[in-house]
């Protein structure tokens, strides 16, 4: 839970058009991936040591947690280098097809309200129609980067049939492993420096937070009846556990999608 209310495919996407900007906290699972000290990427912390992002965004070097305001420190921010970069195997940088990766970190992050994993998909799939949230520090206008305005920004989107996504994109392009999600109308998307980053959907019975999405590939941002494509993460859960699992490392899954709020820990 979170502790607040809140044209070429083969060029990474990066912020958040049409959306507004998130309140300090609101996503505690949100990094940010950095090379010589410049924002590249967005990432998901799924475990107190390993972060979720897209493939093609693998050659980056250090995660941030904590952060909300990329042009200073922060109180929970949280600097830490890259231990190992696992891309999946099938990752094609052509198609996009299987764009995701798993980037471990030298050490654990300090869980805190401002820091916490989310929760892997579980169970049934959401619907489509069900809104999902997308968050980055990407361009806020298709081809132009903000500087004076560094601040996280979140917007919600709806997630389309799979039937849409293949009509408005072209049915050789969108593959089984991806999903898209947005308006056809246009205006509310990710875009440049976002890529890597989460869309999540809030489960309506446990109310936990679940990354169904990793912000891949587009046409523009926002363009009328381009959606925004994401690389579906419930095609990739058995793959993260399991290289997670083999690296012996401890997952704090019990801790996903909470925060410190409830003053307990559940398995999820």
């Known amino acids: 839970q979170r502790s607040s209310t809140v044209p070429n495919i083969t060029q990474p996407r990066s912020r958040i058009v049409g959306g507004s900007p998130a309140p300090p906290g609101s996503w505690p699972w949100l990094v940010n991936l950095q090379f010589d000290g410049g ?66 970190l030298m050490s654990p992050v300090v869980l805190s309200e401002h820091v916490t994993p989310v929760c892997l998909p579980s169970g049934m799939e959401p619907p489509t129609g069900s809104p999902c949230l997308v968050a980055g520090w990407g361009s806020l206008y298709e081809g132009e980067w903000k500087m004076n305005d560094m601040h996280l920004h979140h917007a919600k989107l709806p997630l389309l049939p799979q039937s849409t996504c293949k009509s408005a994109l072209g ?26 980053g989460p869309l ?7 109310g936990r937070f679940q990354l169904y999405g990793i912000t891949s590939w ?51």
């Not at 891309?87 to 094609?92: A, M, R, S």
């Not at 999540?200 to 446990?206: F, V």
Request: proline share 3%.
């Open 39 to 104: 924002l590249m990427c967005g990432g998901v912390l799924v475990d107190s040591s390993w972060v979720v992002t897209a493939a093609h965004c693998v050659s980056y070097w250090t995660a941030v947690v904590g952060e909300f305001d990329i042009t200073k420190t922060d109180p929970d921010e949280q600097v830490l280098k890259v231990n190992r970069i696992i891309p999946h195997p099938k990752f094609n940088p052509k198609t996009y097809n299987n764009d995701i990766a798993l980037v471990e």
């Open 171 to 196: 049915k050789e392009l969108v593959t089984n492993t991806m999903l898209c999600a947005g308006y056809l109308s246009g205006g509310i998307d990710s875009c440049q420096g976002d890529s890597g």
């Open 200 to 206: 999540i959907y809030q489960d309506r019975i446990s």
């Open 218 to 268: 587009g046409y523009g941002c926002g363009e009328k009846g381009k959606p925004g494509v994401y690389t579906r993460v419930s095609a990739f859960s058995d793959w993260i556990q399991a290289e997670i699992q083999s690296r012996l490392i401890a997952s704090n899954n019990c801790n996903c999608g909470r925060g410190t709020e409830s003053g307990s820990l559940l398995y999820c």
